[in-house]
C-alpha cells in the first residue's frame, strides 16, 4: 500500500492537501482525506501507513465468494487429513454460512468489507442457536443416497467452540487475502463461566465386573479377542480395528503390539497414519491376550490385505464393531452407551485404581504426553470394583 500527500488548489478553498493510497493488489486508487495545513496532512498520512492495508482501500468481494475460495483452500490443503478437512468444510456450510446469510439480510450489499464486529457478535448467538446436522439413508423409494439434514438439537459446547475456531480460521484467511474483516475477532474469547449452563453428558464407564461378564459369555471368538485387546490395551478403536499381522510380536520375551495404522471414518485403511506423534508407539501386553491373538490370526485363513499388510480384524469397522458389542451386551442385560471408546477410559482408570503400573507408563500406553489434559478427563474413581470397601471407608472418617 503506498500512501502520499499532493497539494491542490481550489478558488474557494485556496491551497489544500489531499491524501492519496494506492493498493497494488486491486490496482486501486483512493482519496483518504483533505486537510487545509500540510502538517495535518502528514501527520494523517503517517497515522495511516500503520493502518492494515485492507482497511484503507477494502476489496470489493462478496461473502460468498469468500467462502467459497476458504473452503476450496481447505480441501487442498493436503497438510491436513481427509477426515478433518471435510469436519472444517462441514463447519462452514452447515453452520458459518447460514448465520452470514441472515446477518447480511438487511444490509444493502453482499461486500465482505460490510462485516463489522457488531456483526461478530450477532453472528456467535446465531451460532449458539443453530441446529445440529445429520447423515440421513434414503429408501430405495426415496431415491436411494444420502443426504444431510437439520434435527432440533442444539450444537454442545465442544461444537460451538469449533465452529468459533473454525471462523477465526478463515479470518485469516481474509487476512492474508488482504480482504478487510475486523482483527479483534481474532482476540474473542468465551468467558470461563459462559457455558456453565450447558448440561455436560455422561461420561459413562463400564464396571470390571460388566466387562468381565461380557468378555467371558462372548462365544464368537473374534468379539473376545477384541474386546480382550480393547479392555488391556485401552488403545482408540481406529488403531484397534487398524491392527496389522506385522505389528505383533508374540516371540519377544514379553509379547508386544506395534500401534502406527488407523482406519478412517469411512473404514479406510491409513497405513502409518495416527492421531498425534505421541500415539506411534510399542507396548507390552499379558500372555494371556498374546495367545488369543495368536490362536485368531492362525484361525483366519484369508485375512483383509491392504498395502501390503495383513489386518487382524479384517473389515470390521467402527459402527460394526460397536453395532455387535451393544447386542452383545443388551443380551446379558448390561446397558452399554457407544462402542470400543468406553474400554479406553476403563482401562485407564483400572490402572490407576491398583496403582501397579507407574503413571508415566499408562500415560504412555494410550500416546498421550506426559503434559497432555486428557488423562485428567479418561480418569473415572468409581469403577464399583468393591462398593462395600467404599462404603466402610465413609462411614469411618468421623467416627
Not at 450477532?122 to 444431510?148: D, M, P, W, Y
Request: glycine share 4%; with cysteine; hydrophobic share 35%.
Amino acid at each position: 500500500m503506498k500512501i502520499w500527500v499532493i497539494k491542490k488548489k481550489n478558488k474557494k478553498r485556496g491551497n489544500f492537501y489531499v491524501v492519496r493510497a494506492y493498493d497494488e493488489i486491486t490496482g486501486r486508487t483512493k482519496a483518504l482525506a483533505s486537510f487545509d495545513y500540510h502538517k495535518q496532512a502528514h501527520a494523517f498520512a503517517n497515522e495511516q501507513k500503520l493502518e492494515q492495508p485492507e482497511n484503507l482501500i477494502p476489496a470489493k468481494i462478496e461473502y460468498k465468494e469468500s467462502f467459497k475460495k476458504y473452503v476450496q483452500s481447505v480441501l487442498n490443503n493436503e497438510l491436513i487429513v481427509e477426515e478433518t478437512r471435510l469436519n472444517k468444510v462441514g463447519a462452514v456450510n452447515n453452520h458459518i454460512h447460514p448465520a452470514f446469510n441472515i446477518i447480511y439480510e438487511p444490509k444493502p450489499d453482499n461486500l465482505l468489507s460490510s462485516f463489522k464486529y457488531i456483526d461478530f457478535e450477532n453472528f456467535v448467538q446465531l451460532i449458539l442457536k443453530s441446529k445440529c446436522t445429520a447423515v440421513h439413508n434414503r429408501k430405495a423409494s426415496e431415491g436411494g443416497g444420502s443426504i444431510t439434514i437439520r434435527t432440533e438439537k442444539n450444537l454442545g459446547k465442544k461444537a460451538i467452540r469449533d465452529v468459533v475456531q473454525e471462523f477465526k480460521q478463515y479470518v485469516k484467511f481474509c487476512h492474508n487475502n488482504s480482504w478487510k474483516m475486523p482483527r479483534e475477532i481474532l482476540d474473542f474469547k468465551f468467558p470461563k463461566t459462559f457455558f456453565q449452563g450447558y448440561e455436560i453428558k455422561d461420561q459413562w464407564v463400564p464396571t470390571q465386573k460388566q466387562v468381565k461378564k461380557l468378555i467371558n459369555a462372548e462365544k464368537d471368538f473374534v468379539n473376545k479377542v477384541m474386546w480382550s485387546l480393547a479392555a488391556e490395551t485401552g488403545a482408540r478403536p481406529n488403531e484397534i480395528l487398524g491392527l496389522c499381522y506385522e505389528d505383533i510380536d508374540l516371540l519377544s520375551e514379553i509379547p508386544t503390539i506395534f500401534f502406527r495404522h488407523t482406519i478412517d471414518k469411512w473404514n479406510c485403511f491409513r497405513a502409518n497414519t495416527l492421531k498425534t506423534l505421541s500415539s506411534r508407539r510399542k507396548i507390552k501386553i499379558s500372555d494371556k491376550l498374546a495367545e488369543m491373538l495368536k490362536t485368531w490370526m492362525v484361525q483366519q485363513t484369508f485375512p483383509r490385505k491392504e498395502q501390503g499388510y495383513k489386518l487382524v480384524f479384517g473389515r470390521i469397522s467402527k459402527a460394526m464393531s460397536k453395532k455387535r458389542i451393544k447386542s452383545a451386551a443388551k443380551k446379558l442385560g448390561i446397558d452399554w452407551v457407544g462402542g470400543l471408546k468406553p474400554f479406553r477410559k476403563y482401562s485407564y482408570s483400572l490402572e490407576r485404581e491398583q496403582n501397579k503400573i507407574p503413571e508415566l507408563v499408562s500415560k504412555a500406553r494410550r500416546g498421550w504426553t506426559m503434559d497432555s489434559r486428557t488423562p485428567g478427563r479418561y480418569y473415572h474413581k468409581d469403577l464399583n470394583n468393591d462398593p462395600q470397601a467404599e462404603r466402610d471407608a465413609i462411614n469411618k472418617l468421623y467416627n
